[in-house]
């Protein structure tokens, strides 16, 4: 059994993309687990992290997600587990994990020190489990190339270190052409193996209505079957609805239309310019017409208590993640990697 355990240098890299792509074009059996959760989701009454839940659900894994992780917490696992308890659960949840497959997928947490309190980090889990580790690494070319030397630097890798050290994926680069010309061949004289260079491709950094029903707790009014919408671009309802429509963004279609639900104007207007859906905010309703010309031309409506500057902000801050309804984005990443990504380098037979 092949063991990878796939970390970051820093926070929002794209791990996870980066294990269904391998996961997709390696065609291998394979099982996954997250030993320190943190991306939290509680549903009827248990606790799993989000991307194990996807992982099952895209690959219709065995496993349940909460049997996927040790833990969640700093405080309460530094309180349970001392380093050598920690050491067997992990050998006991990759036997469990393990069993039958040809490779399992270990994903680390945000970034290479998360988790190292609790012995849980990505460089103590590979090697607690005596694990290949391969690092994903993602940023502007400085930030880049930064993190490559430090790798080399602090960790000892490259072509004489570490001996379960894989290599690297660079991961959302804006102009791959420039990049191997001008910066790849100095971090190739670090020693470091690089997998690839994986384009950045906006398509991946859209959310769907129903990934932002689920971050918003949202009450879905209208549309609940058109929660795979995909959300282009966001546009604040603020203005008078003239002023909106004169807007060259108010008229791109797979928007999203955050309006507080009492401005019918703003309202009536995103339902006629082929929204992807329309925010409600401050808790209120529009009328009963509205709501039904919403059914009618199959554009949901989402209610939220907060006000319409909350929401615009919190959604700024959002991380796009994959979910298991996302087909179209699910196809994308596996033809990147596919395209990009030397397998052969991980040698898994």
């Given at each position: 059994?092949?063991?990878?355990?796939?970390?970051?240098?820093?926070?929002?890299?794209?791990?996870?993309?980066?294990?269904?792509?391998?996961?997709?074009?390696?065609?291998?059996?394979?099982?996954?687990?997250?030993?320190?959760?943190?991306?939290?989701?509680?549903?009827?009454?248990?606790?799993?992290?989000?991307?194990?839940?996807?992982?099952?659900?895209?690959?219709?894994?065995?496993?349940?997600?909460?049997?996927?992780?040790?833990?969640?917490?700093?405080?309460?696992?530094?309180?349970?587990?001392?380093?050598?308890?920690?050491?067997?659960?992990?050998?006991?949840?990759?036997s469990n994990i393990g069993e039958n497959k040809e490779i399992v997928f270990i994903e680390g947490g945000r970034d290479l020190s998360y988790g190292v309190s609790v012995h849980l980090d990505?460089?103590?889990?590979?090697?607690?489990?005596?694990?290949?580790?391969?690092?994903?690494?993602?940023?502007?070319?400085?930030?880049?190339?930064?993190?490559?030397?430090?790798?080399?630097?602090?960790?000892?890798?490259?072509?004489?270190?570490?001996?379960?050290?894989?290599?690297?994926?660079?991961?959302?680069?804006?102009?791959?052409?420039?990049?191997?010309?001008?910066?790849?061949?100095?971090?190739?004289?670090?020693?470091?193996?690089?997998?690839?260079?994986?384009?950045?491709?906006?398509?991946?950094?859209?959310?769907?209505?129903?990934?932002?029903?689920?971050?918003?707790?949202?009450?879905?009014?209208?549309?609940?079957?058109?929660?795979?919408?995909?959300?282009?671009?966001?546009?604040?309802?603020?203005?008078?609805?003239?002023?909106?429509?004169?807007?060259?963004?108010?008229?791109?279609?797979?928007?999203?239309?955050?309006?507080?639900?009492?401005?019918?104007?703003?309202?009536?207007?995103?339902?006629?310019?082929?929204?992807?859906?329309?925010?409600?905010?401050?808790?209120?309703?529009?009328?009963?017409?509205?709501?039904?010309?919403?059914?009618?031309?199959?554009?949901?409506?989402?209610?939220?208590?907060?006000?319409?500057?909350?929401?615009?902000?919190?959604?700024?801050?959002?991380?796009?993640?994959?979910?298991?309804?996302?087909?179209?984005?699910?196809?994308?990443?596996?033809?990147?990697?596919?395209?990009?990504?030397?397998?052969?380098?991980?040698?898994?037979?």
């Open positions: 059994m092949n063991k990878l355990v796939v970390a970051s240098t820093r926070q929002s890299a794209g791990k996870t993309s980066v294990i269904i792509g391998l996961a997709k074009a390696l065609q291998k059996k394979f099982g996954y687990m997250k030993p320190f959760g943190e991306r939290l989701l509680y549903r009827k009454k248990r606790l799993w992290d989000y991307d194990a839940a996807l992982m099952t659900s895209i690959f219709g894994l065995e496993e349940s997600p909460e049997d996927m992780s040790i833990g969640f917490h700093h405080a309460k696992l530094l309180y349970m587990l001392d380093e050598d308890t920690t050491k067997e659960k992990l050998q006991k949840l990759l990505p460089l103590s889990v590979a090697d607690d489990l005596d694990a290949d580790l391969l690092i994903v690494i993602s940023g502007d070319e400085d930030m880049i190339l930064d993190d490559a030397t430090f790798l080399k630097k602090h960790l000892s890798i490259g072509s004489k270190g570490n001996r379960r050290f894989r290599g690297i994926i660079i991961n959302g680069v804006p102009n791959i052409a420039d990049f191997r010309e001008t910066h790849l061949p100095k971090i190739e004289k670090l020693g470091i193996p690089v997998l690839g260079v994986v384009p950045y491709e906006k398509k991946l950094t859209h959310f769907t209505v129903g990934y932002l029903a689920d971050r918003l707790f949202a009450k879905i009014v209208t549309c609940e079957a058109n929660m795979n919408h995909v959300v282009k671009n966001i546009f604040i309802g603020s203005m008078s609805a003239s002023a909106a429509m004169q807007n060259p963004l108010f008229q791109k279609p797979g928007k999203l239309v955050i309006t507080s639900g009492d401005r019918s104007d703003i309202i009536v207007a995103a339902l006629g310019s082929n929204s992807a859906a329309v925010i409600l905010t401050n808790n209120i309703l529009p009328s009963p017409s509205l709501i039904s010309r919403s059914e009618e031309l199959g554009i949901p409506l989402l209610l939220v208590f907060a006000d319409t500057y909350n929401v615009a902000k919190q959604i700024d801050g959002m991380e796009s993640l994959t979910t298991r309804d996302d087909q179209e984005k699910i196809a994308l990443i596996e033809n990147i990697f596919k395209k990009h990504i030397d397998l052969t380098m991980l040698d898994f037979t």
